[in-house]
């Protein structure tokens, strides 16, 4: 069962837009509307800031969006703020074993 | 609200046999399917396993199947997870989680327990 490719780190400056991409598998990202984004502070739970590929649940703030290409998932950060400086999971259905995350991306505020 | 409460853990030695339980109040508990998610000691998430609402589903990771066992008592709003045959690679912190419906994201999270294999 091999994780979902998520990069290692991502950075940026206060007010920035960033990027984090999750890559995963024609039997996973590709083939399902079940990717989901999490974010989570050290110490803490994790965090559902996405879910069904690009929904916000109440509550998460806008500048999160996310989307979809084929085996790619994306998760963007608008406007980065200090207390966004967390880690960032990527999760999706997979047919195969049910359920998978990705590697994870620490993301860092300058 | 939601509250997720899991208790359980602790030193256990390799091959003994602790169960975890997971508290949930704040929702109905007996129509949402519940998972297991635990974090390896500065490592990422891995899921390891799902019971749908009614325990007439299970799914397990490779990485525990046929020594973990997931179960939920509807009446007591309980969720468990047998640990058997541990090993010193299942030293981690375990979270249950509850799954937010047709999204099938994890909207709501406990605090987690953690569960240290060594002799």
């Known amino acids: 069962q091999s994780a979902l490719t998520q990069p290692a780190s991502v950075s940026g400056s206060p007010g920035q837009s960033i990027t984090i991409s999750c890559t995963g598998a024609s039997t996973d990202v590709d083939d399902y509307k079940y990717v989901s984004w999490y974010q989570q502070h050290p110490g803490k739970a994790p965090k559902l800031i996405i879910s069904?590929?690009?929904n916000r649940p109440s509550g998460v703030s806008i500048r999160f969006s996310a989307s979809k290409s084929g085996i790619t998932a994306s998760l963007t950060i608008s406007g980065l703020q200090a207390e966004d400086e967390a880690d960032y999971y990527c999760s999706s259905y997979t047919a195969s074993f049910f359920y998978v995350f990705g590697t994870g991306t620490k993301v860092t505020v300058l | 609200q939601v509250h997720l409460v899991e208790s359980g853990g602790g030193v256990v030695q390799p091959g003994r046999s602790p169960r975890l339980s997971c508290a949930a109040s704040?929702?109905?508990?007996?129509?949402?399917?519940m998972h297991w998610v635990r974090q390896a000691p500065g490592k990422g998430l891995e899921w390891v396993a799902v019971?749908?609402?009614?325990?007439?589903?299970?799914y397990y990771a490779d990485s525990v199947k046929g020594r973990f066992t997931i179960s939920r008592d509807n009446s007591e709003n309980t969720l468990y997870l047998q640990m058997d045959s541990l090993r010193a690679e299942d030293t981690a912190v375990y979270y249950c989680a509850k799954e937010s419906g047709s999204s099938m994201g994890l909207d709501a999270w406990g605090q987690g327990t953690t569960v240290t294999v060594s002799s």
């Open positions: 069904g590929v690009s």
């Open positions: 704040g929702f109905t508990f007996r129509t949402y399917g």
């Open positions: 019971i749908s609402y009614d325990g007439s589903s299970k």
